[in-house]
T-cell receptor, first 115, second 118 residues
Framework: KAGVTQTPRYLIKTRGQQVTLSCSPISGHRSVSWYQQTPGQGLQFLFEYFSETQRNKGNFPGRFSGRQFSNSRSEMNVSTLELGDSALYLC????FGAGGGTEAFFGQGTRLTVV | AQTVTQSQPEMSVQEAETVTLSCTYDTSESDYYLFWYKQPPSRQMILVIRQEAYKQQNATENRFSVNFQKAAKSFSLKISDSQLGDAAMYFCAYRPANSGGSNYKLTFGKGTLLTVNP
């Protein structure tokens, strides 16, 4: 069974540009969550999608957005990139995303560098 | 808001020895889940062990076990017979069990970098 796949693995962008990251969850998983990981702030929750609906959003500016498609694949977009957006972006999928103890399975992440 | 604290930024252990990583959390919820994740240099977060708050019995997975103290809001991870492959960053994470918006996210601690010495 394939795991969570994130593409691309590495990205270098210029300040002011926008970027789109992709996440394909494990087959059968309908919940996809996104996290930003930086040395200073650690792991921070961005948002979670279930059946194409955003159910929860973290404390990030509106430049960060996402969506989920009918096949559960998800994309996140960051517009008007800032140097501080440089981070490892992790995607996680789980079967339901709700209470029930279903654990989240993570992809290998996308390393975004803003120059 | 829930918070997770890992007070040990770095730990080291000799191969074949035992090490315990600490984690405390703060929540007003009565039902929740706690996790330990491992992140090796490859960056992929791997679930090590899970504990349901309503279960009094401590979870175990092979060489990994937890000491869950609900009243003290403490959730430590014990790694027995440490192996070189255990070297990684370890994150403690919390997730409420009740349905609702806040349920759909994990709150992580800052992590503990574990070094295993041969």
């Amino acid at each position: 069974k394939a795991g969570v796949t994130q593409t691309p693995r590495y990205l270098i962008k210029t300040r002011g540009q926008q970027v789109t990251l992709s996440c394909s969850p494990i087959s059968g998983h309908r919940s996809v969550s996104w996290y930003q990981q930086t040395p200073g702030q650690g792991l921070q929750f961005l948002f979670e999608y279930f059946s194409e609906t955003q159910r929860n959003k973290g404390n990030f500016p509106g430049r960060f957005s996402g969506r989920q498609f009918s096949n559960s694949r998800s994309e996140m977009n960051v517009s008007t990139l800032e140097l501080g957006d440089s981070a490892l972006y992790l995607c996680a999928s789980s079967r339901f995303g709700a209470g029930g103890g279903t654990e989240a399975f993570f992809g290998q992440g996308t390393r975004l560098t803003v120059v | 808001a829930q918070t997770v604290t890992q007070s040990q930024p770095e730990m080291s252990v000799q191969e074949a020895e035992t090490v315990t990583l600490s984690c405390t959390y703060d929540t007003s919820e009565s039902d929740y889940y706690l996790f330990w994740y491992k992140q090796p240099p490859s960056r992929q977060m791997i679930l090590v062990i899970r504990q349901e708050a309503y279960k009094q019995q401590n979870a175990t997975e092979n060489r990994f076990s937890v000491n869950f103290q609900k009243a003290a809001k403490s959730f430590s991870l014990k790694i027995s017979d440490s192996q070189l492959g255990d070297a990684a960053m370890y994150f403690c994470a919390y997730r409420p069990a009740n349905s609702g918006g806040s349920n759909y996210k994990l709150t992580f601690g800052k992590g503990t970098l574990l070094t295993v010495n041969p």
